[in-house]
């Protein structure tokens, strides 16, 4: 049930947040000294072995999206752990603003999905800005940051299936710190 809740949640909150921004004509471009140069795809992100490494079992991929699924260009990777207790998985998400409709950025949907959710806390050194939410269900939220002159915004959201939330934030800032060490 969780799993299917956050597989609708991330595209609606994006959609929520392209009807809540301005919109302009000028799209800002991406950093050509990346080692992305085209589109990215979510699973390149994070090595199978660390997200098995952090659940401690082998996980599966169960969506590798590389093309954008929506109007905010959303591509997801979503690694299911196997796990009788409860939910376990790790998600990651990456919208480029080359891939978004509408004049949209990735800056505007960080701000505007900012704005949107409760209980958000900034997270210093990790990447151009960050934020990290708590929600009510297991698992809590999602850590987004902007990365490449704030041309693309990451998501990763973890649920180690404990109520703690603090822990499934740690785990979150430690894969988004994976992630962000192949945009260098």
């Known amino acids: 049930m969780r799993l299917t809740q956050l597989l609708l ?32 795809d979510p699973c390149e992100l994070v090595d199978q072995s660390e997200v098995d490494a952090l659940f401690g079992v082998e996980s599966e991929i169960i969506q590798n999206d590389k093309e954008p699924q929506n109007a905010t260009g959303q591509k997801l990777c979503v690694y299911d752990v196997p796990s009788e207790d409860a939910v376990t998985m ?14 949209m950025t990735a800056e505007d949907l960080f701000n505007s999905q900012k704005e ?14 960050s934020y990290q939410s708590k929600m009510d ?39 988004m710190g994976e992630v962000l060490e192949k945009f260098d």
């Open 90 to 103: 790790a998600q990651i998400g990456v919208q480029e603003s080359k891939d978004m409709v509408g004049g």
């Open 137 to 175: 269900f297991v698992g809590g939220g999602a850590l987004y940051t902007l990365a490449k002159n704030k041309s693309v915004l990451l998501t990763v959201d973890v649920s180690l299936g404990k109520k703690d939330h603090e822990a499934n934030q740690r785990a979150e800032r430690e894969l």
């Open 9 to 40: 949640i991330l595209p609606v909150l994006g959609l929520f947040g392209a009807g809540c921004v301005q919109t302009n004509n000028e799209l800002r471009t991406t950093n050509n000294d990346s080692k992305f140069r085209g589109s990215i």
């Open 116 to 129: 949107f959710l409760e209980d958000i806390v900034e997270v210093q050194d990790l990447g151009d800005a």
